[in-house]
């Protein structure tokens, strides 16, 4: 089952979603970064079988989702009270299959439980955190606790933004988050924030300042210094039309039963 975690992004780059708490992606406007977190959630969703929380809040393509998940108007999020909810139940739900870890399975998650792994995408998290106001607290607390608690549960978070540091996200945050591209050529704030463990950042590799084009580590995997990769070119897929198909072909009998505590 493991190996099903195992998503390619090129010939010669792979990461495990499953051997991360999450993924971070950062890229100015242009660069692949929504090419690249659209390929990363529809391999999730076609790999993994994982179930598509989304929070939007500009309100564009990854809003639009909400038309063809099932459930689509409680599993995407736009406004700042949907966010808080939506993070809020994820928190629940993860809370609730943890009491459901038992038979004494010392150390195992949710794999070995049979259970559904579902993927969090948060697109342009700075829009999210702009428009939060006075929920920015509760908002940002609940986020906290679904990366922290969330990999051993099968909840992986993919947060993306044009740019990232402390002022929006904590740094605690962010290392948690252990796969972590940047996509295109990046100001040295950037690449300190996304590879705090490269010492000179002049000495990182130089990628095409063209779309699709980024750099990727991965904790704790075989990319143990950040690589360049090309990311897949998405132009040419229907991404609703694949969506349809993937919510109408899942198979909950491959899974343990939640319908009893899982919320929507």
């Known amino acids: 089952m493991t190996s099903s975690f195992l998503i390619k992004l090129d010939q010669a780059t792979s990461f495990s ?22 390929y990363i959630m529809l391999k999730a969703m076609s790999q993994c079988d994982c179930g598509l929380y989304v929070v939007d809040a500009k309100r564009a393509d990854m809003y639009g989702l909400h038309q063809f998940l099932k459930n689509g108007e409680k ?20 809370s609730a299959r ?21 993927l969090l995408v948060i697109d ?10 006075k929920n920015k607290k509760e908002i940002m607390g609940e986020l906290r606790q679904i990366i922290l608690r969330g990999r ?20 605690d945050i962010t ?18 924030m996304a590879y705090p463990m490269i010492n ?24 143990s210094n950040p690589t360049p990769f090309v990311s ?13 198909r993937l919510e109408n072909n899942y198979d909950s009998k491959k899974y343990i039963d939640e319908s009893s505590y899982w919320k929507f």
Do not use: C
């Open 17 to 38: 979603l499953k051997g991360s708490g999450g993924l971070l992606i950062v890229g100015r406007s242009g660069s692949g970064k929504t090419n690249t977190t659209t």
């Open 75 to 94: 599993l995407v999020a736009s406004t700042t009270n949907q966010i808080a909810r939506l993070l809020r139940i994820i928190n629940e739900n993860m």
């Open 98 to 118: 943890y009491e459901h870890f038992t038979n004494g399975k010392w150390g195992q998650d949710f794999s070995e439980y049979r259970f559904r792994p579902y």
């Open 124 to 133: 342009e998290v700075s829009a999210m955190l702009a428009e939060a106001g």
């Open 152 to 171: 051993q549960a099968g909840i992986f978070t993919l947060i993306s933004g044009q740019r990232i540091d402390a002022t929006i996200l904590d740094r």
């Open 175 to 192: 290392l948690q988050l252990g796969t972590r591209i940047v996509m295109g050529q990046a100001d040295s704030d950037t690449y300190r």
């Open 200 to 223: 000179d950042i002049q000495a990182l590799p130089l990628v095409p300042n063209k779309p699709g084009y980024g750099l990727i580590y991965s904790d704790g995997q075989e990319i």
């Open 232 to 244: 897949p070119d998405m132009t040419n897929i229907d991404v609703p039309e694949v969506i349809t």
